[in-house]
């Protein structure tokens, strides 16, 4: 029950974590995140990341074939017998070939252009008790915050 309120509750508030960006700001962002995770080797974080992309993937009617691309490729270091076989689907190789390997493509590279105009929504609580919610930058300061929230 407190699950399906707290669902019914972010689908008026608009607060899922990607439904509000477009595909290239959710892969972009996908991208950067995850690529830090696995330098920190955070494997944990950052299967949980394609989680929450894959939750954005299941809401859109249709992907670009790069954004399907990107997507494998993200994904192939977990699933690596999954991604191979979906990696020689959508580039239309009829044999498999040691060379056309998603293993050997390079890791994609995000788009800072994507990121750098992306808002959050901050709830606004007052004793415990939500009161709004407020449109954040990134490069919005702690004071810029405060002063929006009054």
Avoid: C
């Avoid at 939750?55 to 494998?72: C, G, H, M, P, R």
Wanted: cysteine-free.
């Amino acid at each position: 029950m407190r699950k399906e309120r707290l669902s019914q509750f972010n689908k008026q508030n608009g607060l899922g974590l990607y439904y509000q960006y477009t595909e290239k700001e959710n892969i972009n962002k996908a991208i950067k995140n995850i690529t830090s995770m696995l330098n920190e080797f955070k494997l944990n974080t950052a299967v949980s990341e394609i989680m929450i992309l894959m939750n954005f993937v299941k809401t859109q009617a249709d992907l670009s074939k790069d954004t399907w691309k990107k997507l494998i490729l993200i994904v192939a270091p977990f699933m690596p017998f999954v991604a191979e076989e979906l990696w020689q689907e959508i580039n239309g190789f009829s044999e498999w070939k040691k060379e056309n390997s998603v293993h050997l493509q390079s890791w994609p590279k995000f788009d800072d252009s994507f990121l750098s105009n992306m808002t959050y929504k901050v709830s606004v609580q007052v004793n415990g008790k939500l009161r709004g919610l407020i449109d954040v930058n990134k490069d919005e300061t702690e004071d810029q915050i405060k002063q929006k929230a009054m």
